[in-house]
């Protein structure tokens, strides 16, 4: 019976046929800013990043983000990007979505794994080993990409179009076969799930922080892979979780920065411990530029916006493909699935030529000052290592309080909207308590096994790892791994109460 749920759960792709095309119309469009509004009322930032709305206001956030972390950052952030980043095919951005970001890669894929039999855990073991080499060749063509686009950044030469289509196409070509190494397995995995199995993982679809009991202290690992590859393996049970218990409707919702995922944002979210607010920094990008260079993005927008609508339709192409591997796998058309994602490719490197050459003009045009305030807000996400270790332990806790203000507010400044509750007040008081917030069932449950009231040492704990804390936890921030810098943000949360 629950496998009859599960299947049918998926729905008809008719459903969906026209979504894609659909996107932008007036209609639909409205719908969105409906829906986004209210979820933005719920968590501004989770809508931002993971509602998966393309309307014109969130491509220009879009892309005045990925332009501030491009101007203001090195080659090497361009590089960084998370795990499940690469074959972004199986609905995971929608369960996070849904989820308030309760949702974690990590915590889901180490319960799916947990639940798994050894037969289940090496069937997906073998596509991550089957998958390797091409992945590994998916990186490389990727830097081929950042090397070209940089070289623009930084001479001013112009990009080779067709030279870049011809890369962007490959660099697809290779996620594609990732993605169908994954699809298989996927596909396999669900077909030897035992109705125990399939009732579990459906129940942490509706409530994924009760995955978090069950993957703690779990050490995902199969023989034949090394430490690198067993955390592809629970990735891959991760999104194994969200493909089996979601919707086609989930697989159509990518992040806000994709297409053209090439400049540098996710290493500034990294560096800043995950606080950096896409809007935020949007809106103070925007107001340190002047009219013409603002101009300068809003017609980048405008050029834009036809090539990220055939990709979105070209995308959805792609994954009706890969779903025939779940409903009849002789179905499925390998050579039809390479060729969308070949033009999936060519479109994402010319929204990135687009993007690329609206912000080398706007950097070239930029005076010294501007430059410098843009740094300035840089400032405001990354911390400089150095630079903080030399800093008396006030002064230190100063600095690194901005890696909490984002989310949080400065003391007494706190405002409706923030992802994060207020920590006005937060000594002597109850765990989860305070304000109107909404707090996830993983604090509460701390609080209610005998978590009691903050004090530093509770603190400490949290702040060096919140998820080791709070298993399930909604906040992204990853810890202090420094007890130094730990005890800094203490005595500056103490000194400012």
């Known amino acids: 019976m629950m496998k009859t749920i599960m299947e049918a759960k998926r729905g008809s792709f008719c459903a969906i046929l026209l979504l894609c095309a659909l996107l ?3 209609a639909v469009a409205e719908g969105q800013k409906k829906q986004g509004k209210q979820a933005k009322e719920r968590d501004e930032w989770t809508a931002e990043e993971y509602s998966g709305l393309r309307g014109e206001k969130e491509l220009r956030t879009a892309l005045a983000s990925k332009g501030f972390t491009w101007i203001t950052g090195s080659p090497a952030d361009n590089e960084k990007l998370s795990i499940g980043k690469n074959a972004q095919f199986f609905g995971f951005v929608a369960l996070r979505y849904e989820s308030g970001r309760a949702a974690s890669r990590g915590t889901l894929g180490r319960a799916f794994y947990a639940i798994a039999s050894e ?3 090496a069937l997906v073991a073998r596509a991550v080993l089957a998958q390797k080499e091409e992945l590994a060749e998916w990186w490389r063509a990727r830097e081929g990409i950042l090397t070209l686009l940089e070289n623009h950044l930084y001479t001013g030469e112009a990009i080779d179009r067709e030279r870049l289509g011809a890369m962007g196409a ?9 993605a169908i190494h994954e699809a298989r397995a996927f596909a396999a995995l669900e077909d030897s799930l035992t109705e125990d ?7 942490w679809r509706a409530d994924a922080e009760s995955a978090g009991n069950v993957g703690r202290g779990i050490r995902v690992q199969a023989t034949g892979l090394n430490r690198e590859d067993a955390k592809q393996l629970e990735d891959l049970f991760a999104k194994a979780f969200s493909w089996l218990t979601g919707t086609p409707e989930d697989n159509e919702v990518i992040p806000i920065g994709q297409p053209a995922q090439f400049f540098g944002f996710v290493s500034i979210r990294h560096k800043s411990g995950h606080a950096a607010n896409r809007g935020k920094i949007a809106k103070d990008f925007f107001a340190v530029l002047t009219d013409e260079q603002r101009e ?27 779903a025939s591997l779940r409903r009849a796998s002789s179905a499925f058309q390998e050579r039809t699935a390479h060729h969308l994602a070949e033009e999936m490719g060519r479109l994402e490197v010319e929204a990135a030529r687009i993007e690329a050459e609206a912000y080398t003009r706007i950097r070239a045009s930029m005076t010294e000052e501007q430059l410098a305030d843009a740094m300035s807000i840089r400032g405001q996400y990354v911390i400089d290592e150095t630079q903080v270790a030399a800093l008396d332990l ?3 806790g100063a600095v690194l309080s901005v890696l909490c203000s984002g989310c949080h507010g400065l003391p007494g400044q706190h405002r409706e909207g923030l992802p994060a509750p207020s920590l006005d007040g937060i000594w002597g008081r109850p765990i989860a308590s305070g304000g109107e917030f909404e707090y996830s069932a993983a604090l509460l449950r701390v609080r209610g096994e005998g978590g009691g009231k903050w004090t530093e040492e509770l603190m400490d704990r949290f702040l060096a790892g919140p998820k080791r804390f709070a298993p399930g936890t909604k906040m992204e921030f990853q810890g202090l791994l420094n007890p130094e810098d730990r005890k800094a943000i203490i005595e500056h949360m103490k000194a400012s109460r």
């Open 24 to 26: 932008f119309t007036p």
């Open 119 to 121: 037969e289940q855990r």
């Open 170 to 178: 490959h660099f697809s070509l290779l996620g594609a076969r990732v």
């Open 197 to 203: 199995q399939l009732e579990r993982i459906a129940s």
């Open 296 to 322: 300068i993005i809003f017609d980048a927008v405008e050029a834009e916006e036809a090539v990220v609508r055939e990709f979105l339709e070209v995308r959805h192409e792609f994954l009706n493909e890969l």
């Open 394 to 396: 006030k002064e230190r």
